[in-house]
């Protein structure tokens, strides 16, 4: 382990090294959300309505973290979500965070804005876990304007060998995310005048990175023997969403795709009743941490609304400010089943590579098993039925 890295014993020092470690728009980019940013402090705010009200006397000497979804056995209810451009953080970043969930024995979903291909992140982790590990790859897609590559990724899927297809449904325009705006941030990176200061004394990154910064691009989106730019891919991107979706697109992505199928963005029970009726095996309680509607509820909050309604027929997995082996608990105790991270592991992932991002789930399995070791839980199934968390301010 690297000596940063000993000194990191939480998500938040790690945050600290991932700012020190990237350029600024870089850095700003994952850190940053839309506007004001208030869904983003919500998101992480709202763990503190809870409490734990700790039962010591449980006999919780041995603790069981494993769960089964989506007849997938995980040593961790926590997952690693999808996030765009992970190679622009480190090199083949995110064939580095897969290995980092292989070790970890935990789901990576691959963004459909992968700088790697969705083939190549499967083959890649097939030759070195095999394909029940590539099974525990899920693949992100969008609803695009043009429906028929949204049908080509499903089935690019399927073929690569993924185990679960997670369509995220609010990222229908793009958000105004002002730090990027103010920093210039582009795919590709400009390295012009103006963003000459944010680059400069972030020497390891450029070292690490060159050779790889003429490869990065958005690989899925890639056309064998076209000529188009990343800029003009990158254009291409933001054209093909599709504030005109509706859950008839759902629908047909359920008919083209046998496997699990989760809606990743839903905040409302209706919503969230609807998705059953559609078919849907999952749903992911999310508002893109805070970057696509700044005024989102924070996903804690709505998690309770949507557990009910639901009531147990699928499962409901939350992200949003997971920033604490507590916050992991405290998501269970309101019903999810399991809970994916965004910002912190590109944070690991920034500092060291696989390493760091096993470090981050490291950090907080180990968080959580403490948690319920003080609080007198024996497994991350029994979370939700001990009685343990409550409101914080009593009652
Ligand atoms: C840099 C970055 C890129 C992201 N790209 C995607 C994406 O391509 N697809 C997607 O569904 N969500 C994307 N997300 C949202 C995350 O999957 C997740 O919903 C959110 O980050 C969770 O909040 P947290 O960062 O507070 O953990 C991205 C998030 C970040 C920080």
């Not at 003009?232 to 047909?252: E, Q």
């Not at 509607?293 to 009531?311: E, I, K």
Request: charged share 20%; hydrophobic share 45%; with cysteine.
């Amino acid at each position: 382990m690297t000596v940063s890295l000993q000194r990191a014993h939480s998500v938040a020092a790690l945050r600290a090294l991932a700012q020190q470690a990237l350029p600024r728009p870089l850095f700003d980019f994952i850190d940053g959300a839309a506007e004001d940013e208030w869904t983003l402090r919500a998101n992480e705010s709202a763990f503190d309505d809870w409490a734990v009200l700790p039962r010591p006397l449980e006999g919780a000497a041995q603790r069981d973290l494993s769960l089964t979804i989506f007849g997938q056995r995980l040593a961790s209810p926590v997952l690693v979500g999808p996030t765009g451009l992970a190679g622009l953080f480190w090199p083949q970043g995110e064939i580095a965070t897969a290995r980092a969930a292989a070790a970890r024995n935990t789901v990576y979903c691959l963004s459909h804005g992968s700088v790697c291909t969705l083939e190549a992140l499967t083959q890649a982790m097939e030759q070195t876990h095999g394909s029940e590990q590539a099974a525990r790859c899920w693949m992100q897609v969008f609803i695009y304007r043009d429906r028929a590559f949204t049908r080509e990724l499903v089935e690019r899927a399927r073929k690569a060998g993924y185990g679960a297809l997670v369509v995220t449904v609010d990222n229908q325009l793009l958000g105004k995310r002002e730090r990027d705006l103010v920093n210039g941030f582009s795919i590709p990176p400009r390295f012009g005048p103006r963003q000459w200061p944010a680059f400069a004394g972030k020497f390891p990154w450029w070292w690490r990175m060159r050779g790889e910064l003429d490869r990065i691009t958005f690989g899925n989106y890639v056309r064998e023997g076209s000529r188009e730019t990343v800029a003009g891919l990158a254009g291409r991107m933001a054209s093909m969403l599709d504030p005109g979706m509706t859950w008839d697109d759902i629908a047909a992505v359920r008919r083209q795709w046998d496997g699990p199928l989760l809606i990743k963005g839903l905040l409302h029970p209706e919503d969230a009743r609807r998705a059953l009726q559609t078919g849907v095996d999952g749903v992911i309680v999310s508002n893109h941490g805070g970057r696509q509607l700044d005024g989102a509820l924070p996903s804690l909050r709505a998690l309770p609304g949507v557990v009910q309604a639901v009531d147990g027929r699928i499962p409901v997995l939350l992200d949003g400010g997971v920033r604490r082996g507590g916050d992991v608990f405290k998501a269970l105790a309101l019903g999810a089943s399991a809970v994916l991270l965004g910002r912190p592991h590109l944070w690991g992932l920034a500092v060291a590579g696989q390493p760091g991002v096993v470090h981050v789930l490291k950090t907080l399995d180990d968080e959580l098993d403490r948690v319920m070791g003080l609080a007198g839980v024996c497994a991350v199934s029994q979370i939700a039925q001990a009685g343990v968390v409550v409101r914080a301010g009593g009652g």
